[in-house]
């Protein structure tokens, strides 16, 4: 799997991810500056990590979104490439229309940093492979700005077509008020495309992937992502 990872002033999170994206796959992720005008040949899979990008202003993502890089991220994503948004990676990834919707600050508007547990919704996807539909997996969460909101019709649509792949939920899967840590409508914590290729999230899989850390639990999102390609190609 030949990987690049996006970098925009403020992010913090591409080495985390390079790390994750080397012990799984076995080979070394490109890193990408925001201000190129195109991805590595031969790229599999866009990584737009986590962090702070341009500080946030205006709204998160924003200015990222605008970058020179991301006319050859929608290119890629047009043509079936797979693209994996993280935290603020998720909030680049609607802001630049590749998904649908916005992510806005948290219910009790204070920054969330902690483990929460989702429930993998489907496992009939690239994102998802590495799991099994219903299975409850903990990662960690570190954002102000993860509740994500959308029209009711762009709801509708994502819930009826299977395009939400991960919910929050408590440690027995149950999905509700109580386990929604940040107000997330329909406690999604990640979505996909129509097309299925561009999934956005808010958690971190890339930091439960050794034992070190006491889960390895992102560990099947890169692994279902690796053995996808494997079979593709």
């Not at 508007?109 to 489907?122: M, Q, T």
């Amino acid at each position: 799997m030949k990987s690049a990872i996006l970098v925009f002033p403020g992010i913090n999170r591409e080495r985390d991810m390079a790390r994750a994206l080397r012990l799984i796959s076995g080979h070394e992720p490109a890193m990408v500056w925001h201000a190129e005008t195109a991805l590595p040949k031969g790229t599999d899979l866009v990584v737009v990590p986590g962090g702070f990008s341009y500080g946030d202003y205006l709204r998160c993502g924003a200015i990222a979104a605008r970058s020179p890089v991301m006319d050859a991220v929608r290119g890629f994503a047009g043509n079936g490439g797979l693209v994996l948004g993280v935290c603020n990676g998720f909030q680049i990834l609607c802001e630049s229309g590749l998904l649908p919707g916005i992510l806005m600050r948290n219910d009790r508007l204070k920054f969330i940093c902690k483990d929460v547990h989702l429930r993998v919704e489907s496992s009939d996807s690239p994102f998802t492979r590495g799991y099994n539909a219903g299975q409850i997996i903990r990662v960690p969460v570190a954002h102000g700005e993860g509740n994500y909101a959308a029209d009711e019709e762009t709801l509708k649509r994502l819930n009826g077509d299977g395009r939400v792949l991960y919910r929050y939920c408590s440690p027995q899967g149950d999905v509700g008020d109580t386990s929604n840590i940040n107000g997330a409508a329909h406690s999604i914590a990640g979505i996909v495309n129509e097309r299925g290729n561009v999934l956005g999230m808010m958690p971190h899989p890339e930091n439960h992937v050794e034992d070190i850390m006491g889960s390895t639990d992102g560990r099947g999102l890169f692994a279902g992502l690796v053995a996808h390609l494997d079979r593709a190609a």
